[in-house]
């Protein structure tokens, strides 16, 4: 057990692997995610990336692959515009001093471009910043009413025999125009003097009517119109010719 331990006790211990360092002036080794970019720290994870630190999945080569929509728009964008200038991926390469192979990736949306990059392809294509986001943001809201349809509403001019048919809202924006369709009957009598913040559209469709506004009478007939400041009482003051229709759009 003496020698046993004695021998033991000899044996060197066991030194760190040792780490090849390149000397200063040696040039930097290239990451998966910067390569063929051009820009330090332009690659998916990079500092000032769009889609920074995006989860993707590895390809067969060992490629980060995204699939994002921001990055299929930009993707499609560039490759619209350097195909509208006549360019070639290379001759974009040269133009914007990213490599071939980056110009590749971005235009089949397997990369995140950096903020730096995305201005080097904008000034490559000669376009604005902007243009490579075209369609990034498609979903708002939109309102479809089919002729003779629209939701009917109660107003103060309600109880003198007038119809208002609002024909779209959008949800949650304070604003958004108001379309109404207001139809007069031989059942209605003259309206309430209106005043409300913003501004109002009026456009005749069919009948005659003097309209009034502040301290000034407008005699409307089918194709006429009157753009005024809400703020100002307006309204019917004669029906001269039924029925009366028009559509008065209004404005915050």
């Known amino acids: 057990m003496a020698v046993a331990w004695a021998v033991a006790a000899t044996v060197p211990p066991m030194m760190a692997p040792m780490t090849n360092h390149a000397p200063d002036d040696a040039p930097a080794t290239e990451s998966p995610a910067d390569a063929g970019d051009g820009v330090p720290g332009a690659g998916v994870a990079g500092d000032s990336a769009l889609g920074a630190g995006v989860a993707g999945k590895l390809d067969v080569a060992g490629r980060l692959e995204v699939a994002g ?77 089919k002729s003779g349809q629209g939701s ?18 959008l949800k949650g924006r304070t604003d958004a125009l108001e379309p109404t369709l207001v139809t007069l009957t031989d059942a209605s009598d003259v309206f309430p003097l209106f005043q409300h913040p913003g501004t109002e559209f009026i456009y005749m469709l069919t009948g005659k009517m003097i309209y009034g506004h502040g301290a000034y009478e407008y005699a409307m007939e089918a194709g006429d119109s009157l753009l005024l400041d809400g703020e100002g009482p307006h309204g019917p003051l004669e029906l001269l010719d039924l029925p009366i229709r028009f559509l008065a759009v209004s404005a915050k």
């Open 152 to 169: 009917l509403t109660v107003r103060s001019g309600t109880q003198h025999g007038h119809e208002y048919r609002v024909l779209g809202t």
């Open 69 to 145: 929509k921001l990055e299929q728009v930009i993707a499609a964008q560039v490759r619209h515009y350097r195909t509208a200038g006549g360019l070639s991926s290379a001759e974009l390469a040269a133009r914007t001093g990213l490599s071939k192979a980056m110009i590749s990736r971005i235009e089949t949306a397997t990369t995140s471009c950096s903020l730096t990059t995305l201005q080097r392809l904008a000034d490559g294509l000669k376009i604005p910043v902007t243009a490579l986001f075209r369609g990034a943001d498609t979903d708002r809201d939109a309102t479809f009413t």
